[in-house]
């Protein structure tokens, strides 16, 4: 199948101000991305808070404007429409907010936020409309009942399902999941999961699935790009990243994670540091500050994304 | 076996609130024992950080706290004097790391303000009902100070103490928070979800240096975490908590290879793992102004009968040090 969306050197970055007002310097949040997401897949994004993918999901979802670059979803270039052309097409492609607690207006009743994008995107009738809302409702799972009820009502799992029913009222095709689990427990988060998969068969979604839990990306993204400063360091088929990363980011990502009845991570971590100023990013390969491997090199030229021998790309000037 | 320093003997806390009495913990036992890590696991909720500022005396004042006992040390904090808590135990036998480094700190002081305002009050040369801060014992405190922030691994001590909150990322502020939790060289220390804001390359650091220094200064460590993989990490035993119940406490291994408690494995199972398909626990947590009769999983529990819902389990003891409450719970 193709792909449903295609970014290609796609750059977004916000202002920075000092004190009088007078922009000091450009944050580069997004710095040069190309990626492609096939038709039916979950494209998993991962990286440490600060690296830019929520701006990518963003971006995408045009709550921010790129500055260069351009996004193709289902080919059409939509990064350089007006936002009322742009809607037309956007349509099809929704972003589901981190946190759906805070995303859902408190005065509302649950019923009105879920039918609110189809009198936006839709001609419905009423009656037409409240059959969506119910048949919608019914396929993430939650009872009639909770129509009349308020945010604030509904557990946090719930509110996930609301937010996600609100998206799928307009029939998307592509959906960007940023961070869909954060903040629920894992019996939560496990049957959630699992709600995304079934959504994704019954409704032939494609995810482009945001997390820093890469446990989680791992379950649910057949590709996987991870991202350090603005720029995507490692993309590949998921498996074969965990498997045999080839990023040292990568590996230091992977080895920090947890594995219950597994090797202790907490017993030889090497990965020192924190990641440096987005606004003052190091010369060449951004990661040789924590790089065990780093050599002169890494900071005369910056390392770009190449294919390796197993279809993995990686930005890496020792990767192979 | 090391002794007990900490003892908590069935403890009830319940809050008034307009929707009537929540029983947020019902009947807690938990023992610490000398230089080990604790860890207090369960879902949002069940109570941990309750039972956290239970043992620290720091519950809100509309709580109510009945039971036997919570000895530590020899001395039974419900019925100790509130000013020998004040002075002696809270902040100084017992420290407290909180959950978030980000507004833990106030903002309009420097870091070195903040270290100096605990010292003078909880620095281990501080005699009893001392009210001043000479000079003698402020350079003894910024030399440990020092010492200890070079121990966790923050560049330039000297110039951190001139610096803002603001100024320092999410890792150092946890570093400093655990810095800060260690300079009254307490017995205990209580820390609440300490890397639950961080992300897991800062998240693997930081309990790496909380395992050596528990063990390098003797500290016990109670820790209370959502998330399993963390308690796998450094904790020695866990305690398993659901609405307010201690459930299962078991050794590290136990618990993770041989769970007794069906809520336990169910947890389990909901991990996200490579091999075997998601399962979570359907239903939701229950209410503590009305919580279940009995077990108070059982509406939730696969293997519930009809005497989970009419009496609450006994303790059994399915293996060494292996504690667990549950009518139906299976050996290994």
Redesign the interface.
Known sequence: MGAILELHDLHTRFPIYNAWGRRTGWLRAVDGVSLTVTRGDVLGVVG??GCGKTTIGKTIAGIHAPAAGSIRFEGHDISTLSPRQGRAFRKGLQYCYQDPGASLDPHWRIGRSLSEPLAIHTGLSRTDRHARVREVLAAVGLPEGHLTLYPHEI?G?QQRRVGLARILMVQPSLVVLDEPTSGL??????????LFLDLRERFGLTYLFIS?????V??MSQRIAVMYLGRVVELGVTEQVFVAPRHPYTR??L???????GR????D?A??G?PPDPVNKPTGCAFRTRCERAEARCAAEEPALRTLANGIQAACHFAE | MHPDLLSVQDVSVSFSTEGGTAHVLDAVSLTLRLGEIMGLVGESGCGKTTLARTILGALPPNARVRGAAISFDGRDLLTIDPREAASEIRGRAITFVPQDPFSAFNPLFTVGDQIFELMRWKSPDRRPFEAGYNRARRRSDRDRALTLLRRVQLPDPERLLKKYPHELSGGQRQRLMIAMALLPEPRLVIADEPTTALDVTIQAQILMLLRQLAVERGVSVLLTTHDLGTAWEICDRVTVMYAGQTLETAPIDAFFQAPALPYTRLLLDSLPSGEAPLRGIPGEVPSLVSAPSGCRFHPRCPSASEVCRVSRPPLSEPGPGHWVRCHHGLVG
């Open positions: 440490e808070s557990s799992g427990d894992v019996s939560v988060q496990a049957i959630v999961l699992r820093h839990d890469l446990a989680v791992r379950l230091s990502l080895a920090a994670v947890p594995v219950v009845g202790r991570v907490s017993t971590f990965l020192e924190e």
